[in-house]
């Protein structure tokens, strides 16, 4: 069955200091993964995805993802957290049932990151 | 920019009532997404339209409807709310360009009290 994890409800870091969100999912296809994030009484913006190529994949706001598919696993990353960039960030797969292209998406349960100055 | 907008932002309804949620976007994106975001609970799927007059139940579709009578307008229908209904409600599109592989755009979602 499809599924996509986020073990950690929260993560606390300092500002300046690297962060990561971890991320594992499972599939029987490619993955295609995505991230995004969630500010408080907002909607989800986009941060970034990987379909194919790269493992290391960049995307707004200073945001990295690495694919590790031995691991299953693609956690977000970013070298030096700032205290703005505390949200709700969620985790997702393409969802492979059905049709493949209907762009559906199974989402973890989200991890509430927490940067304190 | 894609902008998805959702009608309301805050919304209080009584138990018994058919409540409407609508969405609409405006990059002509064929796929159009009803979600409710439930503490601990993630995102879950209630229905998806992938073209006008299109719809396809997500994984929590009990209690909800959907119409698409236009590319760019996703409604949302509770038939008769009830309290276990109450939570926030997120709208997204996207375009099926390219085989699922774009991403989603959001609404700022809805938060529905069923009282």
């Known amino acids: 069955a499809q599924s996509v994890a986020q073990p950690e409800d929260q993560v606390n870091v300092a500002e300046g200091n690297p962060l990561t969100v971890k991320c594992t999912y499972s599939?029987?296809?490619?993955?295609?993964l995505f991230w995004y994030v969630q500010y408080p009484n907002r909607g989800l913006q986009f941060l970034l995805k990987?379909?194919?190529?790269?493992?290391l994949v960049k995307g707004s706001y200073g945001f990295e993802a690495e694919f590790n598919k031995s691991q299953t696993s693609f956690h977000l990353k970013k070298p030096s957290a700032l205290v703005s960039d505390s949200a709700l960030y969620f985790c997702?797969?393409?969802?492979?049932?059905?049709?493949?292209?209907?762009?559906?998406?199974?989402f973890g349960q989200g991890t509430t990151l927490q940067v304190k100055p | 920019d894609v902008k998805v907008t959702q009608s309301s932002r805050y919304l209080v309804k009584r138990t018994g009532e058919k409540v409407f949620l609508e969405c609409v976007q405006d990059?002509?994106?064929?796929?159009m997404f009803w979600y409710r975001q439930d503490p601990g609970l993630g995102l879950r799927l209630i229905y998806f339209?992938?073209?006008?007059?299109?719809?396809e139940k997500g994984d929590i579709p009990e209690g909800y409807s959907v119409s698409r009578e236009k590319k760019e307008r996703f409604s949302l229908i509770l038939e008769s709310a009830s309290t276990n209904q109450t939570s926030m409600y997120l709208c997204?599109?996207?375009?099926?360009?390219?085989?699922?592989?774009?991403?989603?755009?959001f609404g700022d979602g809805t938060r529905l009290s069923i009282l």
């Open positions: 997204a599109s996207s375009s099926d360009r390219r085989r699922g592989n774009q991403p989603q755009h």
């Open positions: 599939v029987s296809g490619n993955p295609y």
């Open positions: 990987y379909i194919t190529g790269d493992n």
């Open positions: 997702a797969v393409r969802d492979e049932r059905g049709s493949s292209n209907t762009g559906k998406l199974i």
């Open positions: 990059m002509d994106h064929e796929n």
């Open positions: 339209s992938y073209d006008v007059k299109m719809k």
